[in-house]
């Protein structure tokens, strides 16, 4: 057994790009040894910014030799009445590789056919790997190649180099003009000269003495023990980002943490624009307090080793010192004017083309919110409209234009220094909310009820032009709108009709919307019923229990929520299988001819009559247990009914000549089924028995 050792030199690859690649060429080579037959160990990958780099221990040295059968033409057709072969058996032989001689006959369905066994060598595994890996290069999946230099083939940055080993040997092959060898090089400043690898290990060795941590997961621990010192010494630490962490780690080869300080009089600025600008701009680590104040200190990951004369340390304060400036002067420039008087520049920004300005929705977000508002905290309506009027205001400020992320937490700032209400200034920095997996919706209801307001009236107006979301195509974002809104009424627990809020969000569209109204509510149903499907399934709910209540329909967010808890609690009854059986004949059978009410004059067999009765009993209970939402126990009275469904099905002919009894008898199961039907369907439930 031998190894296989990969590694790709080039100039710094983007951060992004490297976690991918390198689960990429994992796969790519495990599925190349699994179909050429070839047993390896498990595979490691390793990279930094300058390198992509794996190994497979235990790899074969060349294929196992196979014998491969196959079947040819019938016997009756491949001899003649002499005995002696046909063109049909000369032919099949031929086109096998074999002296007809060697054809042998096997007996199949069709009867008896010749077979051609071939034995097929085995290949060193070096051939192979010569012929595969330059294709593996060439199609590695960049988001983003280009050609560089004199390269004829794209590629995420300029290859330097290719290291190349099996068994610790040079494989011989190129790609695009460089040939592998066993050279690996340095780091770029601290050690660049080239070093001669043999294998994993060796690599591992003289990586470290060329100022190489190759590990990923090694570098990333070395930043964050490096991060938690320097923060502890000034008192701080720094709140935990795995997205910062990530990134930083793979922006260097050999990382070293240096503490920058910056003037106090910066704090003044809001803590989101320093940190915006820490971490986003600048890949800095802000430090904080243990109350989760900044502290004047920031912490940057160097590529190189601290020097004395602090030269690192002091050119990343003069940057952050800049940018500091810059964003205070935006910041007392746009508090010169209170908030509302920056609405007005909203009639020259486009929200979209069609649906118009950014001043347009502005207005309907403060409809919408204003009728949300009346409905489930209508004390809050008022705020609820004055933070829907002011929540697009900042988009104008030279703040937001220069950091467009600080959108809406910018405005909250502004409206307080503006004087508006306390309540009003955090629903309009919180309205946004959720804006991505893992966000809290925002903390208080005229925050809730302007979010709401704001996705809704995007998710409308979008789809009502044509924009619906479809494959990984979305834009605007609208599938991730659709599950913010029902996070945050689910949240609040509100009793919201979805049916309501569509209809009061269509009318200031109407004049702009291409579907039609029908249309509209259609799709954007089924994009809720989706999102609300993707929600359930990703808490362990079974996929034919959201389908049976979604089913139903999608109406109230919260009941439909509490529906699926209840009947996933009673499909863990040992009695569900056979209950969801009978419930799906009742509606299986079910035809329009069953509509109206029952005639219990027209009931003749003691079986029908028990079972109205038997509804008669439960349809009290039932409606006011699902009217008070007690889903769960609405569900256990309806259970009684199942033996009453049982011994109709066993005695009772539905389907008899007599249409008056065919009719009536349907007309009762379809009273039966409409004890269930606002609840689950159960034709969507999947059982074992047929």
């Given at each position: 057994m031998a190894e296989l050792f990969l590694e790709i030199g080039t100039e710094e690859i983007p951060a992004g790009y490297i976690d991918p690649a390198l689960g990429y060429l994992k796969q790519e080579l495990e599925l190349f040894f699994d179909k050429n037959r070839l047993k390896s160990g498990r595979g490691k990958t390793l990279g930094t910014p300058r390198r992509l780099a794996l190994s497979f221990p235990g790899v074969q040295a060349r294929q196992e030799d196979v014998v491969e059968s196959f079947l040819g033409p019938n016997v009756k057709v491949a001899y003649g009445p002499d005995g002696k072969p046909t063109p049909a058996a000369l032919g099949f032989a031929r086109g096998k590789g074999v002296d007809v001689s060697a054809l042998t006959v096997e007996s199949t369905p069709k009867g008896d056919v010749l077979c051609a066994r071939v034995e097929k060598r085995g290949q060193a595994t070096q051939i192979l790997l010569c012929d595969f890996l330059p294709q593996l290069l060439r199609n590695l999946p960049f988001p983003k190649k280009m050609r560089w230099m004199s390269r004829e083939l794209p590629f995420a940055r300029p290859m330097h180099w290719i290291v190349a080993?099996?068994?610790?040997?040079?494989?011989?092959?190129?790609?695009?003009?460089?040939?592998?060898?066993?050279?690996?090089?340095?780091?770029?400043?601290?050690?660049?000269?080239?070093?001669?690898?043999?294998?994993?290990?060796?690599?591992?060795?003289?990586?470290?003495?060329?100022?190489?941590?190759?590990?990923?997961?090694?570098?990333?621990?070395?930043?964050?023990?490096?991060?938690?010192?320097?923060?502890?010494?000034?008192?701080?630490?720094?709140?935990?980002?795995?997205?910062?962490?990530?990134?930083?780690t793979h922006l260097v080869e050999y990382p070293v943490a240096i503490r920058g300080d910056f003037d106090a009089r910066y704090l003044e600025l809001p803590k989101e624009l320093l940190v915006m600008t820490m971490k986003h701009h600048q890949r800095y680590f802000p430090v904080t307090a243990e109350d989760g104040k900044l502290l004047p200190h920031f912490i940057t990951i160097s590529n190189m080793q601290a020097d004395r004369g602090r030269k690192i340390k002091h050119g990343n304060e003069r940057v952050l010192r800049a940018r500091l400036e810059d964003a205070r002067f935006f910041f007392d420039e746009d508090r010169k004017e209170k908030l509302e008087a920056f609405n007005e520049g909203l009639k020259g920004v486009v929200f979209q083309k069609v649906l118009g300005t950014s001043y347009e929705k502005m207005t309907r977000i403060v409809s919408l919110a204003g009728y949300a508002a009346g409905l489930v905290c209508p004390e809050k309506k008022e705020k609820a409209e004055r933070a829907a009027g002011l929540c697009k205001a900042d988009l104008v400020t030279q703040m937001v234009y220069e950091f467009p992320e600080l959108q809406g937490i910018m405005g909250g700032y502004y409206a307080l220094h503006s004087g508006e209400d306390p309540e009003v200034a955090e629903a309009i920095k919180e309205h946004y909310r959720p804006a991505f997996a893992g966000d809290a919706p925002p903390s208080g209801p005229v925050g809730a009820v302007v979010a709401l307001a704001d996705k809704l009236d995007t998710i409308l107006g979008c789809i009502g032009v044509g924009l619906i979301p479809s494959g990984s195509e979305d834009p605007y974002g609208l599938r991730r709108h659709a599950l913010g809104i029902i996070q945050i009424v689910v949240g609040y627990d509100w009793q919201v009709s979805l049916g309501d809020l569509i209809e009061k969000g269509l009318e200031p569209l109407r004049t702009k919307i291409k579907l039609s109204p029908e249309e509209i509510r259609s799709h954007t149903l089924d994009l809720f019923s989706?999102?609300?499907?993707?929600?359930?399934?990703?808490?362990?709910?079974?996929?034919?229990?959201?389908?049976?209540?979604?089913?139903?329909?999608?109406?109230?967010?919260?009941?439909?929520?509490?529906?699926?808890?209840?009947?996933?609690?009673?499909?863990?009854?040992?009695?569900?299988?056979?209950?969801?059986?009978?419930?799906?004949?009742?509606?299986?059978?079910?035809?329009?001819?069953?509509?109206?009410?029952?005639?219990?004059?027209?009931?003749?067999?003691?079986?029908?009559?028990?079972?109205?009765?038997?509804?008669?009993?439960?349809?009290?209970?039932?409606?006011?247990?699902?009217?008070?939402?007690?889903?769960?126990?609405?569900?256990?009275?309806?259970?009684?009914?199942?033996?009453?469904?049982?011994?109709?099905?066993?005695?009772?002919?539905?389907?008899?000549?007599?249409?008056?009894?065919?009719?009536?008898?349907?007309?009762?199961?379809?009273?039966?089924?409409?004890?269930?039907?606002?609840?689950?369907?159960?034709?969507?439930?999947?059982?074992?028995?047929?």
């Open positions: 080993l099996f068994d610790g040997q040079p494989l011989k092959f190129d790609f695009d003009g460089i040939a592998a060898s066993n050279r690996s090089e340095g780091h770029r400043f601290l050690r660049p000269e080239a070093f001669v690898v043999t294998g994993i290990k060796d690599y591992l060795v003289q990586a470290g003495e060329h100022f190489i941590v190759v590990d990923p997961g090694e570098r990333r621990h070395r930043i964050q023990v490096q991060v938690e010192g320097l923060a502890g010494e000034v008192g701080g630490r720094v709140e935990a980002d795995p997205h910062l962490l990530d990134e930083v989706q999102r609300m499907k993707t929600l359930l399934g990703g808490e362990d709910y079974a996929y034919d229990v959201i389908d049976a209540v979604l089913s139903t329909g999608i109406d109230r967010f919260v009941d439909v929520r509490l529906k699926v808890s209840a009947l996933a609690d009673l499909k863990r009854q040992p009695h569900f299988e056979p209950l969801a059986i009978a419930f799906r004949r009742v509606v299986s059978i079910l035809t329009d001819e069953g509509e109206g009410e029952v005639r219990p004059g027209l009931l003749a067999e003691p079986q029908e009559k028990r079972l109205f009765e038997h509804y008669q009993a439960l349809k009290g209970p039932v409606e006011e247990k699902t009217a008070n939402r007690e889903f769960a126990g609405a569900l256990e009275k309806i259970v009684e009914i199942k033996s009453s469904v049982d011994d109709f099905f066993d005695h009772v002919m539905v389907m008899v000549d007599d249409p008056s009894l065919r009719r009536n008898r349907l007309c009762l199961l379809r009273h039966i089924s409409g004890l269930f039907a606002g609840l689950a369907d159960f034709s969507k439930i999947v059982v074992k028995k047929s």
